[in-house]
């Protein structure tokens, strides 16, 4: 009986374990992972003298559908009305057209000719890179009866700080990653007492049974001798 409760309880435990493996599993791999499109928002928030990776993605619709595309990046400085065209990418080209930006921006994204993720990177930030920054993407979809030509623009609220600020989100998901961490760990020393005081007492009951046993066959034992002797 002892043998299967314990292990019952160490099977509870194993899985307990995989179940929290699993799960830091799947979150690296979700985080590492690129395989799929997902249209997400830029970071609006920039520090000073520090790089800064402007993002803006725009998925296909069908992905079975063969296309081309080239990414425009606009700038309109704050207080000013017009934008400026700051960045061109034509697969395999990426060309910086405005001098503010000359040899501070940098292409991160798809490196061919169906683009998707449009993402370029600011090298040493300044104060005066505050704005509102436009993505346009020129797309054209090589259909069977007629291509296609569709046009994105995505807008970034760029902000320049002295120093980062944390996002609510982020420490949000932090306090609850640490109170979850706690509290697994509490349960699982629960689990791990309550499954060591049954242990013991199922242990306790065995040699109680045991000296039961053995008084009993002691008095049977004595009894049969008082009865040799009587003869």
Not at 49 to 68: D, P, T
Not at 156 to 183: C, F, H, Q
Request: glycine share 6%; charged share 25%.
């Amino acid at each position: 009986m002892s043998s299967i409760f314990f292990n019952s309880c160490l099977n509870i435990l194993c899985r307990m374990i995989s179940c929290l493996t699993c799960l830091v599993v799947f979150s690296l791999f979700v985080s590492q992972c690129h395989g799929g499109c997902a249209e997400v928002d830029s970071l609006t928030e920039a520090v000073a003298g520090e790089g800064f990776l402007l993002g803006c993605i725009s998925c296909k619709k069908r992905e079975e559908v063969s296309a081309r595309a080239t990414v425009d990046w606009y700038f309109k400085p704050l207080e000013e009305e017009e934008f400026r065209h700051i960045f061109q990418y034509d697969h395999p080209t990426a060309v910086v057209l405005h001098e503010d930006f000359s040899e501070r921006l940098q292409w991160k994204g798809t490196l061919n000719d169906d683009v998707q993720i449009g993402a370029v990177y600011i090298q040493n930030v300044t104060f005066n890179d505050s704005g509102t920054y436009r993505c346009t993407f020129h797309r054209t979809l090589f259909l069977p009866l007629q291509n296609e030509k569709v046009v994105v623009e995505k807008e970034v609220e760029l902000t320049v700080v002295t120093v980062a600020n944390r996002e609510l989100t982020a420490v949000i998901a932090e306090i609850v990653m640490y109170v979850l961490v706690v509290v697994l760990q509490l349960w699982l020393v629960v689990v791990m007492v309550y499954c060591y005081k049954k242990i013991w007492d199922d242990h306790e009951a065995r040699e109680a049974r045991k000296a039961l046993k053995a008084e009993g066959s002691l008095l049977g034992s004595k009894g049969n001798c008082d009865g040799v002797q009587a003869e």
